[in-house]
């Protein structure tokens, strides 16, 4: 990555686009385990920060599944180089011992990767898909789908955040 190009994405690029993200964020979270059922709904706090000049967006966060709380972090960014987004997520919750490393086309203007978890069990490894599109400088909407290991994809987790005041 070449200083240029990266000044260059800052301004106007796929940085600029992860910068209009930073900030102090609430709202809603949301999981299915099921399609057709959901399993919890709760307030869900979050920040994300810029981190080493730019290059990464740090999201770390705060909700409850029923009496138990969660804790999460992710940190985002976009390769200039291999023009690919990139992610990593861990989670009180949902992902045990795994940080898990996501990865999607940069083609696409939303941030969309995809990582993949074990059944916990030695089974055939499932897919996950995250999504962050930002509709608004004061709306923030992240998805979350799991893939069963036949390619079909489900909605398991959805958060809209609105700016904090």
Same mark, same amino acid.
């Given at each position: 990555?070449?200083?240029?190009?990266?000044?260059?994405?800052?301004?106007?690029?796929?940085?600029?686009?992860?910068?209009?993200?930073?900030?102090?964020?609430?709202?809603?979270?949301?999981?299915?385990?099921?399609?057709?059922?959901?399993?919890?709904?709760? %307030?869900?706090?979050?920040?994300?920060?810029?981190?080493?000049?730019?290059?990464?967006?740090?999201?770390?966060?705060?909700?409850?599944?029923?009496?138990?709380?969660?804790?999460?972090?992710?940190?985002?960014?976009?390769?200039?180089?291999?023009?690919?987004?990139? %992610? %990593?997520?861990?989670?009180?919750?949902?992902?045990?011992?795994?940080?898990?490393?996501?990865?999607?086309?940069?083609?696409?203007?939303?941030?969309?990767?995809?990582?993949?978890?074990?059944?916990?069990?030695?089974?055939?490894?499932?897919?996950?898909?995250?999504?962050?599109?930002?509709?608004?400088?004061?709306?923030?909407?992240?998805?979350?789908?799991?893939?069963?290991?036949?390619?079909?994809?489900?909605?398991?987790?959805?958060?809209?955040?609105?700016?904090?005041?």
């Amino acid at each position: 990555m070449g200083k240029q190009a990266f000044e260059a994405s800052l301004a106007e690029g796929r940085h600029r686009q992860l910068a209009r993200m930073a900030g102090e964020w609430e709202g809603r979270f949301r999981l299915w385990f099921t399609p057709d059922e959901l399993a919890c709904e709760a %307030a869900q706090r979050g920040t994300l920060r810029s981190v080493l000049g730019g290059r990464f967006l740090l999201h770390e966060y705060e909700s409850r599944f029923n009496d138990e709380p969660i804790e999460g972090i992710a940190l985002y960014g976009f390769h200039l180089d291999d023009n690919e987004w990139q %992610a %990593a997520w861990a989670e009180s919750f949902g992902t045990g011992t795994q940080l898990m490393s996501c990865v999607g086309p940069g083609d696409d203007p939303r941030l969309d990767v995809l990582g993949s978890y074990g059944d916990g069990q030695g089974g055939p490894r499932w897919g996950w898909r995250t999504r962050l599109e930002q509709p608004d400088d004061d709306t923030l909407v992240i998805t979350m789908s799991n893939i069963t290991p036949q390619g079909e994809e489900m909605l398991a987790v959805e958060t809209r955040y609105t700016r904090s005041k």
